[in-house]
């Protein structure tokens, strides 16, 4: 079987809330910032190939009034990321083991990835990886899960994908990919072994 991994908030605990949650001392204050202002959705742009520089200018001249808390995402980006996902590097070493084959699609900014790459145990496990900043296709488009069945000539019958975000599970099961959404190591090993 090929399993497929998406890497932030399932191999690498990648959470804005980690950068902040300190510098604002207050959770509901950053959850605030990060819902109206740094905001998923424009991360997302991100994440899908445009540079960091662009994304801050445009941001910070909507909200001049909150530019440095912008330009921390870009200058403070790697405070977002607090460790492995518990039991995921070993939970990975038995599959391997075990004779699966393991790949990685995630969406991630071509210019933050290189900063983690190296970082993980767990990503140099994968056979193959596909990452929506170098490619400018972002989950769950139908073309990121097609082009990494391509490029590593899988079938999509064949593959499961493993992602803690539900519209991306949505996205794996329109190509004919098997969707788990992603919880935890201990739920996952569950759900697999059914």
Known sequence: MNLIFDFG????????????DPYFGDRTRADWFLQNICTMEWNTQMDGGKPFAVGVAELSARFPEWAKE???FHK?????IGGPIPGMYEQLCEYKAAGHHLYGLSNWSAETFP?????????QLLEGMVVSGYEGIVKPA???FELLLRRYSLR????????????????ALAVGI???????????????EK
Do not use: Q
């Not at 908030?9 to 902040?20: E, K, N, R, S």
């Not at 019958?157 to 803690?164: K, L, M, S, Y």
């Not at 098997?178 to 697999?192: Q, V, W």
């Open 9 to 20: 908030g399932v191999l690498i605990d990648w959470d804005p809330h980690h950068l902040y």
């Open 70 to 72: 912008i330009e921390m």
């Open 76 to 80: 403070d980006w790697i405070k977002m």
């Open 115 to 123: 900063l983690v790459r190296d970082r993980f145990p767990s990503l």
């Open 142 to 144: 139908p073309a990121i």
């Open 156 to 171: 999509a019958e064949d593959c499961v994908f493993i992602d803690d975000n539900p519209t991306n599970v949505d996205g």
């Open 178 to 192: 098997r969707g788990i959404r992603f919880t935890s190591a201990a739920e996952l090993r569950s759900f697999l």
